[in-house]
């Protein structure tokens, strides 16, 4: 579990987050959305510990990452997956050298070992015999799902993916979307994302974390977020025609 | 007051750097690596470069020895000189400061922009230990070496363009490079370059590592590192033979 506690963060004066506290559950996919410029990522990131905060708690099970030293942190960090927007894989390595960096630098593994568990996790991905590509020779989606597999690695208990389906079809895009509830319900991971993807927030929302102006505005679920009386909520979620449409016919089941 | 700032990040950056790498197996296979792209990669334009500015150095001092009184070995002993002291030790390290600089900022500048350094860091890697530390010890391990053959091709190219010139004879040549020969200078030329190797990698890092942006500001970047490194090589080598030649 990931508890944040009135955590603030500005950049040169400007303040991005005012007081965010939230609970991110264990097993669970725990969302953070907004629109673009609300401070979604700058919490995730100060969440791992890429930005430092201004003031506020950030506990992984109850200890406070922020008071660790930098030893302390590695050993959290090696504990942490992160699927990244532009899934940040190393152009300089083949598809399984990308997910055996992790385990050549902190596990104990014969090669033998570290092939298996590359192969487990790229079997995972659906991405099975992929082993010898380079990241520049996969499609955007199959990126994606070596981010996954890389992430997933080491076995961690805390898994971040920032906007996992931005620049993917639809269909892809709820493929990861599931492989990530999938992987979070399997391993009992504390799963978070950030995205603005309604679909995401539909199909594998737990629980919610909307932010707006960098302060937590509104926390639910996939099924509370359609009923909101929240206006800023709302007027995020019913923003296109389609999403306007489902809330009149909502409204029609409702009086019926 | 940004220049002051710059000056401490560097610093801090250094104290980061220089710590025990987290698998020394890893270290070593980059540090191969690095040793291939850093030096190995550098030969041919140390090659070609040393060879025809040696070679213009013997036929400029030659053309310009008209003094009946000079003796015919200056061309040598000049040409060697030259090259030991100034020519191989600091202009090849500016001309490395362009190739392997450059290279170096941008490589570190992209992973930076396509977010490989935070990936990096979240899976609890010291980013620039891993990154710049193998990068620096392939340079003070390889740039002297890198020098010395230098030094030998620029000799070769003089000798080459007076014997093609007619300009002198191989005997005198080679007397004029052992007259007055001291071992001090090789060891001065060679502190040179271990400090000029360990400028061009930290400062080229340095930008590369810290760079804001996207592509435009990673080419940026790479300008940057050369200008600076150059800079930063020009004063050193002042500064060092204050401290050396003349102490």
Known sequence: MIEVKNVNKSFGGIQILSDVSSTFEKGKVNLIIGQSGQGKTVLAKCIVGLHEIDSGEILFNGSDFCKMNRAQRTLIRQEIGMLFQGSALFDSMTVEENIMFPLSMFQKMTKKEMVNRVNFCLERVNLSGRNNLFPAECSGGMQKRIGIARAIAMNPKYLFCDEPNSGLDPKTAILIDNLIQEITYEYEITTIVITHDLNSVMEIGDSILFIQNGCNWWSGNKNTILTTDNTEVSSFVYASEFMKEIKDSIRVNKRR | ?247
Do not use: H
């Open chain 2, 1 to 247: 007051m940004k220049w002051i700032e710059g000056f401490g990040k560097y610093f801090l950056m250094l104290i980061i750097i220089f710590r025990a790498p987290e698998k020394y197996s890893i270290f070593r296979k980059r540090l191969f690596n690095e040793i291939e792209l850093i030096g190995v990669n550098s030969i041919p334009i140390v090659a070609l470069m040393s060879a025809f500015m040696g070679g213009v150095i013997s036929l400029q001092t030659a053309s310009n020895m008209s003094n009946p009184l000079l003796p015919t070995y200056t061309v040598g002993f000049i040409t060697q000189s030259s090259t030991i002291l100034e020519f191989s030790p600091t202009i090849i390290s500016l001309i490395l400061a362009g190739k392997v600089g450059s290279n170096v900022a941008s490589e570190i500048g992209t992973m930076r922009v396509s977010q490989q350094i935070d990936a990096l860091e979240i899976m609890g890697v010291n980013s620039l230990n891993f990154l710049v530390f193998p990068k620096v010890i392939a340079a003070i391990l390889f740039f002297p070496i890198l020098i010395i053959f230098s030094m030998g091709l620029s000799l070769t190219g003089g000798w080459v363009a007076l014997i093609l010139s007619n300009l002198s004879s191989t005997e005198t040549y080679i007397y004029g490079i052992r007259y007055y020969f001291e071992m001090g200078n090789i060891w001065y030329a060679l502190t040179k370059c271990i400090v000029f190797g360990f400028i061009i990698i930290t400062i080229s890092s340095y930008y590369g590592y810290y760079v804001k942006g996207g592509s435009l500001e990673v080419g940026k970047a790479s300008t940057q590192a050369v200008v600076s490194s150059s800079v930063a090589i020009l004063i050193a080598n002042f500064l060092l033979t204050q401290m050396i030649l003349l102490s």
